[in-house]
């Protein structure tokens, strides 16, 4: 994020996502790049990373997060090293070459330019 949200986000308490339609992964994994202890609603990608903060299902269960809420700074170290290691750009790299693999296996697959625009973005990160 900008240098002046990255510094709120570092200095904030805790960051909420109630959202029940966004999956909140990126903005999850820029909490806990910036080791800011996160709740959100249990939906999408926020699933794959419960166990770097806290999800509920119910506003009877936001309540009580909120209400009991203490930042653990273990898990807080969790997050940012997890969120460091695995989401890095090589990884996003990886997962969008997967992706385009996989939907190119399929009988609708993509235009091949849209393949070869990944190729060509895989060239471009490995020369730098």
């Known amino acids: 994020p900008a240098p002046a949200v990255a510094a709120e986000m570092r200095a904030a308490h805790l960051f909420c996502l109630p959202s029940v339609r966004e999956s909140g992964g990126a903005v999850l994994l820029e909490a806990m790049v910036n080791e800011t202890p996160w709740i959100a609603h249990a939906t999408g990608g926020v699933a794959q990373l419960g166990a770097f903060g806290q999800t509920y299902r119910s506003d009877a269960e936001l ?5 009991d809420f203490s930042p653990d700074p273990a898990r807080i170290a969790r997050a940012r090293d997890h969120a460091i290691g695995a989401h890095d750009i090589r990884a996003t790299l990886h997962d969008i070459e ?14 091949a330019r849209t393949i070869a ?10 020369g730098a």
Do not use: F, K, Q, V
């Not at 309540?63 to 209400?67: D, F, I, K, V, Y």
């Open 63 to 67: 309540r009580g997060l909120l209400a």
């Open 98 to 111: 997967a992706a385009a693999r996989h939907a190119a296996a399929e009988p609708s697959a993509p235009p």
């Open 117 to 126: 625009w990944l190729r060509a973005l895989r060239g471009a990160w490995r």
